[in-house]
């Protein structure tokens, strides 16, 4: 049996963790938003600005995910794993490349037309060397997603996963990111498909400011 | 000086930089600025770019992209309009 001990979600320009609003911007398009939150939340890091939106958005995911956890000093890089999924691979970035070829191609957009390369951001990012993988899939899978993590976590190295959905085309975006241990906490919900879908489907919006959590 | 500097901010998408905050003689490349070498393919975009110059030799490079000063030396030199 494994463990959900955290999650995060980023919807309608919202960053959320464990359902309450960690930050909004609802001004601007995806672009601000995302640029804008990396300043709110405190963070330093200038290559943030060259990543694409997949990647600006699966770091800033893991940024709150990850937040106070002392993860890597609980576990050595090796042990963590990061399994992600999404529905429009790199497409987002692969279309802004091909308009850039029909002058000079940009090597700083070819280098994120993999939709893999988020993994690696966040990796150097949080020094985690362990297994990883992305599927690719219409919609948020969470049998297969849940299925994969347990394998993972089964083989005898693996003691935690940073898992989960980081989508985005144009200015459509939807990432749930989780983090699943062996070892649970006295907040941890089990790691199941059930669970998953429950935590996916939670719609949030504002009511009078403050942030309201519905089932749907 | 300070036209090339916001090109090169624009270009490498150093968003945390102004203009002033890049010393005309600062190193680039990684103890300066901490570019790195996709952030040198976008300097040779940059200059076919905004000054038509195709490098004809790439193993100048490192010399050509020491600084901000070197490579405005380099685009007077090399400009042909």
């Known amino acids: 049996m494994a463990y959900i001990t955290q999650y995060c979600r980023i919807q309608n320009r919202m960053l959320l963790r464990q359902g309450s ?20 939340l405190s963070i330093y890091y200038p290559k943030f600005y060259k990543m694409d939106r997949l990647s600006k958005l699966g770091f800033l995911a893991a940024e709150v995910l990850l937040r106070d956890l002392e993860l890597m000093n609980r ?13 429009h691979s790199s497409l987002d970035t692969d279309i802004r490349y091909f308009e850039t070829t029909k002058t000079i191609a940009s090597p700083a957009l070819f280098v994120y037309t993999l939709a893999n390369i988020v993994t690696g951001e966040i990796c150097i990012r949080h020094g985690i060397k362990g297994e990883n993988a992305f599927f690719i899939s219409e919609e948020f899978d969470p049998q297969g997603m849940c299925e994969y993590v347990d394998l993972v976590l089964a083989a005898k190295k693996t003691k935690a996963c940073v898992a989960g959905w980081v989508d985005v085309m144009g200015d459509q975006h939807d990432v749930f990111l989780y983090l699943v241990e062996k070892q649970g906490n006295k907040f941890s919900l089990d790691h199941s ?8 489907d939670l719609k949030y919006g504002t009511v009078d400011g403050r942030s309201q959590k519905t089932d749907h | ?27 680039l490349f990684v103890e300066g600025l901490g570019l790195d070498s996709i952030d040198a393919l976008e300097l040779i975009v940059l200059l076919q770019q905004h000054y038509s110059i195709k490098m004809a030799n790439p193993q100048d490079g490192p010399q050509i992209f020491k600084s901000v000063k070197t490579i405005a030396e380099y685009i007077r030199a090399n400009q042909t309009t």
Do not use: C, W
């Open chain 1, 21 to 40: 609003v960690i930050y909004s911007n609802l001004a601007g398009d995806l672009d601000t938003f995302l640029d804008t939150a990396l300043t709110a």
């Open chain 1, 75 to 87: 576990y050595s890089p090796q042990q963590v794993a990061v399994v992600l999924s999404n529905a």
């Open chain 1, 193 to 200: 498909p059930a669970q998953l879908q429950k935590l996916y």
């Open chain 2, 1 to 27: 000086m300070e036209d090339l500097k916001r090109q090169i901010i624009e270009a490498l998408n150093l968003k945390h930089l102004k203009p002033e905050d890049i010393g005309d003689e600062q190193p």
